[in-house]
């Protein structure tokens, strides 16, 4: 599904031949969607609610998952050897300490 909400930040950057904005290298869908908005938002309260990091890293855990586009994502060894779906209390744990 194509979302339109960024045409207008892709044309400045089309348009910026000379990089005043610094836009070059920047994927304004990646770093600009409402998606990511959310997790950054969601993750940086959580760090300045001192949840503990390793509470946060299970909770973003299927981010690699879904940024692996079919390919055996890139994890540490104890998120390799953890159980996702036993990962549950961890997760509402992350959610009740927001």
């Not at 339109?4 to 770093?31: C, S, W, Y």
């Not at 760090?47 to 299927?62: G, L, M, S, T, Y």
Request: charged share 35%; glycine share 4%; proline share 4%.
């Amino acid at each position: 599904m194509e979302s339109h909400h960024l045409t207008p930040l892709e044309a400045i950057k089309e348009e910026d031949t000379m990089n005043k904005f610094n836009l070059e290298g920047v994927e304004i869908r990646e770093e600009f969607s409402i998606n990511r908005s959310f997790r950054r938002g969601c993750t940086t309260h959580g760090r300045n609610q001192k949840i503990p990091k390793d509470v946060v890293e299970a909770h973003n855990r299927w981010r690699k998952q879904e940024n692996s586009k079919g390919k055996k994502p890139k994890m540490e060894m104890i998120e390799e050897y953890s159980d996702i779906k036993l990962l549950i209390p961890t997760r509402v744990r992350f959610t009740e300490m927001l």
